[in-house]
């Protein structure tokens, strides 16, 4: 700050002359600020956040606003998704934070060690101040996932009707009737281990097509969601399975979002086709690349139909936490990021056999892929 003496003319010349850069009038008598190459009325000098005048010595500028320090921090230094606090400094000096490729929820890099639960479906980090779901088998399940989720066997049939109308649409009918159950992740496990020659994904199954006669305990009934958000009240059955094809069951994870249970459902069901039109044995990435396939082509079906018809889904369990108009719309979110799963996984057997899989049905067709796979047991070149 200037001190001016009011009598010394030369001062006097310059101040009448000097225009505050805030209000554009003239300065005057009294107080003034001289910073930023400029002259200003101290309550002209305003932080472009909360609008109050800056009085500190320090202040923070972001292109020609200038903030109070910690206005500028609330605006500008990242805020952990998960705890809600800023994201730290490591000891370089550098904000340094985790994100989701496709969510890009920012979170502490801490919170990968301190056992802070992922929902099972869209892998998003638990919020501390929103809680998820905890289903009974240990997973947890994000309310947004929560709200498209098909939760026991009976539910799932409309889907599983559609899937089949699916396979009809692309002439290949599966004639026998093959049940679908819905389980939890131990009765999958187990189910999975009774199997001679099992495909499954890991690090964790999702689904399965049986051809081994097994009990296996089905969910007869959805579970209800009790103080704490866990699951209580849930009714399972021992389901015996009997041999009369190929394949004797499909089997699918309880309480995954619709659009998640329709793909791993378009996928078993691949297995199925193949095993009952007699598809030989075939090597993992062919197997499970062709599968995958399917279940991302049915993807698009949906995804396709959400964005020309914006019509809610036909999921019946609609627990409806969210409005109407919004849950088409994270649905659809959802949906993408199952397409983009699919697409982008690492694994030589689902996300090159995938990828392999998806360029041949590109070049050659459906039906001359396949074609092509029974008679060689590899993807067209
Ligand atoms: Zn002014
Ligand atoms: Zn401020
Ligand atoms: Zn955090
Ligand atoms: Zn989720
Ligand atoms: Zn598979």
């Not at 999975?192 to 999702?206: A, D, L, V």
Request: negative net charge; charged residues 25%.
């Amino acid at each position: 700050m200037l001190q001016l003496d009011p009598f010394c003319p030369h001062d006097q010349i310059i101040l009448f002359g000097r225009i505050c850069a805030g209000c554009n009038t003239e300065i005057g008598h009294g107080r003034f600020l001289n910073c930023l190459n400029a002259f200003w009325h101290p309550e002209c000098f305003r932080c472009h956040a909360c609008n109050l005048p800056i009085s500190d010595c320090e202040f923070s500028m972001s292109g020609n606003y200038r903030f109070h320090k910690s206005c500028y921090k609330e605006r500008y230094h990242p805020k952990c998704d998960v705890c809600n606090h800023f994201i730290p400094t490591n000891p370089a000096g550098l904000i340094e934070y985790r994100a989701h490729p496709f969510w890009i929820q920012k979170y502490c890099p801490s919170h990968e060690h301190d056992g802070t639960p992922r929902c099972c479906s869209c892998e998003r980090m638990e919020p501390q101040d929103t809680g998820f779901v905890a289903l009974n088998d240990g997973r947890k399940l994000c309310l947004e996932c929560l709200d498209s989720a098909v939760m026991d066997t009976n539910e799932c049939q409309p889907l599983y009707l559609e899937i089949q109308e699916f396979y009809e649409g692309l002439n290949m009918k599966v004639e026998q009737q093959v049940p679908l159950l819905l389980v939890e992740r131990q009765a999958l496990n187990e189910a999975r281990e009774g199997e001679k020659n099992g495909h499954y994904h890991m690090p964790e199954t999702r689904g399965l097509c049986l051809s081994e006669e097994q009990t296996v305990s089905t969910i007869l009934r959805r579970p209800r969601f009790g103080t704490g958000n866990r699951a209580m009240d849930m009714i399972t059955e021992p389901y015996k399975l009997t041999r009369r094809c190929e394949v004797t069951a499909i089997l699918i994870l309880y309480g995954l979002p619709r659009l998640l249970t329709g793909s791993i459902l378009a996928h078993e069901m691949m297995h199925a086709w193949m095993r009952l039109q007699g598809f030989r044995t075939l090597s993992q990435d062919v197997e499970e690349g062709i599968c995958q396939v399917l279940a991302h082509m049915w993807l698009l079906t949906q995804l396709d139909s959400a964005s020309s018809s914006n019509v809610a889904s036909t999921s019946s369990s609609a627990s409806s936490r969210l409005e109407k108009g919004k849950r088409p719309e994270f649905e659809r979110k959802l949906g993408e990021f199952f397409k983009h799963q699919i697409e982008s996984d690492t694994s030589p057997v689902y996300g090159d056999g995938f990828r392999a899989g998806h360029q041949a049905v590109y070049k050659y067709g459906l039906r001359r892929t396949l074609e092509h796979i029974r008679m060689t047991g590899r993807f067209p070149y």
